[in-house]
């Protein structure tokens, strides 16, 4: 089950940089992440953080291997 972006209905979404105001939401292992449509900024619990960043890490790889 994916997330979906509440505001555009995507589920494409990419880490976001933490702040002091996401602390609150970490103690309760939900991260920030940012929709790559819209740019809506939202949370996803750890499971689904740690596969929305290793996707995005390995696409970001695979395109600079290719510069
Ligand atoms: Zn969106």
């Known amino acids: 089950m994916a997330m979906t ?3 555009c209905r995507l589920t494409s979404f990419r880490p976001s940089l933490l702040r002091v105001s996401d602390f609150s939401r970490l ?3 939900c991260f920030p992440v940012r929709c790559t449509a819209c740019g809506e900024r939202t949370y996803a619990f750890l499971p689904e953080f740690l ?3 290793s996707r995005y890490n390995a696409s970001r ?3 600079s291997s290719k510069d």
């Open 61 to 63: 790889s695979r395109t």
């Open 27 to 29: 103690l309760v292992l």
């Open 5 to 7: 972006c509440w505001q």
């Open 51 to 53: 596969k929305l960043r």
